[in-house]
């Protein structure tokens, strides 16, 4: 069960061209995309509404798209335009159409009632392309079950142990209790680490004559977003109390959009202010958060695995805990109400017919 008055991330901008069809399935709905001769992204459903066959293996004519398993045409509204060999096309022949945004480099989706889809409400990620900042696209297929990868990033005491070369530190790291509050949609979750060695992906980039103070300051929200206040500046320095002097900061920003039951997409970024005009040092950042992501990547999907095994194991909670109990519960809140919407829509629909 999925949330679906949401906005997910689809794609990449570059994933989606000028002349191609490009599929991908969201939240277990197969869909395409593809850009009209103005350039902005159409969304429909990757299934012809005659056999069910998909339309991104089809072919483009202007801005229609043409199923090539019997031929039917479907305008960029997802409305069936024309069928070799009849001239009466049925008017319930068209395939679902979805509210698209295209904003800093990431196409989102509303996967929902249109009528819902506020781009207002669409996370601010301008970090992307900021030109204060800079960054490398990054996504990563997983197969497993995107409230797993959720748990992971909502309790950063796994960096010592799953990310001791990339992004972890000192095992003191994970001893610090973060400050974890409830907020619109999700958690935000703030984390301080005085005086400790800085990561391996850090100190690549950047000297310090000594050690650091650490900050990770994040939201989490729904359905699955990460936006991160994230660095390091020389210990003693005030960075706790808002001065950064000397220091290396990030604009981490992170989706993820389930794509099946047990499959993920993981769409990352992990902007820098810092060294802006060396390739280089952005190369290297990037790198080093695919090497890191990878090692999630591994652990995780060995979880999934394991717990695949034995369906009725219970997790055990620890205080370490609270953030993803809590985003865990807001999940549920939401697919609870939209689940009550949806019975009452359908108790309805009798009434209304019977008034007819």
């Not at 696209?137 to 010592?160: A, Q, T």
């Not at 001791?164 to 979750?189: D, F, M, N």
């Not at 802006?276 to 890191?292: K, L, M, N, Q």
Request: hydrophobic share 40%.
């Amino acid at each position: 069960m999925f949330i679906r008055n949401t906005w997910y991330v689809a794609a990449w901008s570059h994933e989606v061209t000028d002349e191609a069809l490009f599929s991908r399935t969201i939240i277990g709905t197969p869909v395409l995309l593809y850009r009209g001769s103005d350039g902005h992204v159409v969304a429909l459903q990757d299934r012809c509404c005659h056999r069910g066959a998909p339309l991104s293996i089809g072919r483009r004519e202007g801005d229609c798209v043409r199923c090539l398993y019997h031929g039917l045409k479907f305008d960029a509204s997802g409305v069936c335009v024309e069928a070799p060999a009849q001239a009466r096309i049925p008017p319930q022949a068209k395939v679902a159409s979805y509210p698209v945004v295209e904003r800093h480099r990431w196409i989102w989706i509303w996967m929902g009632d249109p009528a819902l889809a506020d781009p207002a409400t669409i996370p601010d990620t301008h970090w992307v392309d900021d030109p204060a900042w800079r960054c490398l696209p990054g996504y990563i297929h997983y197969d497993v079950n995107y409230l797993l990868i959720c748990d992971n990033l909502l309790d950063f005491s796994h960096l010592p142990f799953v990310h001791p070369g990339t992004l972890g530190g000192p095992e003191s790291y994970a001893s610090v209790q973060p400050k974890v509050e409830r907020i619109e949609g999700g958690v935000r979750v703030t984390r301080w680490t005085m005086d400790i060695k800085a990561p391996p992906f850090a100190a690549a980039v950047k000297h310090w004559p000594g050690n650091v103070d650490r900050w990770n300051i994040y939201d989490f929200t729904i359905p699955g977003v990460l936006l991160m206040d994230s660095g390091m500046a020389p210990t003693g320095t005030g960075a706790r109390e808002g001065a950064r002097v000397d220091a290396a900061e990030f604009r981490s920003c992170q989706a993820l959009t389930p794509e099946t039951e047990t499959s993920t997409h993981y769409f990352f970024a992990q902007p820098h202010n810092f060294a802006i005009d060396r390739p280089e040092v952005t190369r290297s950042v990037h790198d080093a958060i695919v090497e890191a992501f990878d090692e999630d990547r591994a652990i995780i999907t060995a979880q999934q695995r394991n717990l695949s095994l034995d369906p009725d194991f219970k997790m055990m909670a620890f205080g370490i805990d609270s953030a993803l109990s809590q985003f865990r519960w807001t999940v549920n809140q939401r697919l609870e109400a939209e689940r009550a919407q949806q019975a009452e829509i359908k108790a309805a629909e009798p009434a209304s017919g019977a008034a007819q």
